[in-house]
């Protein structure tokens, strides 16, 4: 079975990547800020569903890559996995929720909308600009 030290560590390590914001909680939030709270949950689900389904597929031995380097029996690989789905459940959740009752504050004056949008074109324009100007190191 996994080792309770382990399993600690697997899960503080899980919290702090999935609970940055990446582009699957962007999407999440997009989603709940556009459509609602519901529709952002419904987007946690998928993600979640996306996540298992790897889980589930490393632990059967299935990618060259990970089951040459994989040591630990399938039943803990399922267990830390779950692990990690659960853990992105609930921050994934959050930020639907949120997102979704922000979306009810916006959603009271359309201009609060508008800018919202453009602050999101701004931003994805800078982004663009910047690894254009900057260029990639690999």
Known sequence: MVDPHRL??????????IVVPGPSVLFVISRGLVHGR?????????NA????????AVALGLGAVVASSVTAPPLQLLVLGALCVAIALVSDSAWAVTAGSARAWLARRPER????GG??????VGLGLRLLLTGRSD
């Open 8 to 17: 600690l560590a697997l899960a503080l390590t899980a919290f702090a990547l």
């Open 113 to 116: 909308l508008a800018t919202m």
């Open 119 to 124: 602050v999101g074109g701004v931003v994805t």
């Open 38 to 46: 519901r529709a952002g949950l419904a987007t946690v689900l998928g």
């Open 49 to 56: 569903s996306g996540l298992a389904v790897q889980v589930v």
